[in-house]
């Protein structure tokens, strides 16, 4: 054991670290697992879908630009907001858990999204038609994946 | 495989007409750094990932960027819709308009149509992960210079959108490249 962990120095940069000793075992320092901890800390849906970031201490701002909050304006904008919020949460821990597969932390949240993501779609898909070409709203005549609205044109979606 | 889900990823709704910001908009399609190359660079590179990590995250942002395709032309569709042939002439986009009409078409700000050039693959996961962190960078940087230009709130708020992505991808892939960097691969 090297006298390291007595060392009391500030890492200027967590990843620089590991490209100069690429073979040493990282020393696991207060500091350090500070750092980890906070870039992996996440926000709620709303936050995360509003910053474009579930990450929110990794979020970097733009200049002052505030990001655009977004308001519903009806029942059905609301719950398409809480559908797109719970997919995206959902989304971010996928990519998470894709390069930190062991992460059971990570893992428990992303299902509980995952599930109220698919809960809020399938909601939505019963009473304002289908997001999915599996939602069960489909057996109504006509055909509703051609009759609603394509999300380009604007509107509610 | 693929399932489209008829939703867009993050809401636009644009309702003001403007051509000459259509015209630079549309390097975010089918430019060097846009959503095409991105999507096509990283479903194109996962297949020779060392391990599954790196075929999950490839194939899991490549799909997000089809989805970024999609933004960016519902965009680019919203800011053209209903022009005529004299308002587009006196945007500049009279050479679009001879080739396309009103329709979209991948190309570059300056007009150079999309080109499979525009992304590498060397099957070296390190040579290619750099290339896609740059590539994140080089689009986060064209995202900003495009907000610079932006004046309509509606359009600025899905671009500070679209841009924080490319941030949160870029620590994805970085942290899959220090990993592989220790581990060797």
Request: glycine residues 4%; negative net charge.
């Amino acid at each position: 054991m090297n006298d390291y962990n007595k060392m009391n120095h500030v890492m200027p940069n967590f990843f620089d670290f590991q490209e100069i000793y690429p073979q040493a075992q990282m020393p696991k320092t207060p500091q350090m697992n500070q750092v980890e901890k906070k870039k992996e800390e996440v926000g709620s849906p709303k936050e995360g879908y509003t910053l474009g970031n579930l990450f929110v201490n990794t979020y970097v701002p733009y200049k002052n630009y505030m990001p655009q909050k977004l308001v519903a304006q009806n029942e059905q904008e609301a719950l398409f907001l809480k559908m797109s919020e719970l997919a995206f949460a959902a989304h971010e821990l996928n990519l998470f858990l894709d390069v930190h597969p062991d992460d059971q932390a990570k893992l428990k949240l992303f299902n509980q999204y995952r599930q109220e993501a698919n809960q809020a779609r399938e909601k939505y898909e019963n009473q304002y038609g289908p997001i999915s070409i599996q939602a069960n709203v489909l057996e109504n005549s006509p055909f509703l994946w051609e009759q609603l609205p394509f999300p380009w044109e604007g509107g509610k979606r | 495989m693929w399932k489209y889900e008829k939703r867009l990823q993050y809401p636009i709704h644009i309702k003001k007409k403007d051509l000459r910001f259509a015209k630079v908009l549309i390097t975010q399609y089918g430019g060097s750094n846009g959503e095409l190359a991105a999507a096509l660079r990283y479903l194109n590179q996962r297949y020779t990932m060392p391990d599954n990590r790196g075929k999950a995250l490839l194939t899991d942002i490549g799909t997000e960027e089809l989805a970024h395709i999609e933004m960016i032309s519902t965009m680019l569709y919203q800011l053209m819709k209903d022009a005529t042939p004299q308002e587009i002439k006196a945007a500049g986009l009279d050479p679009h308009y001879a080739e396309h009409k009103n329709a979209l078409y991948p190309a570059d700000a300056n007009g150079v149509p999309f080109t499979v050039t525009y992304f590498a693959t060397t099957g070296d996961p390190l040579a290619d992960l750099s290339e896609d962190m740059a590539a994140e960078q080089k689009a986060r940087a064209v995202y900003e210079n495009l907000i610079d230009l932006a004046t309509d709130p509606d359009v600025i708020g899905p671009l500070l959108w679209l841009r924080q992505r490319e941030v949160v991808h870029f620590n994805r892939f970085k942290e899959l490249y220090d990993a592989y960097k220790r581990e060797g691969k």
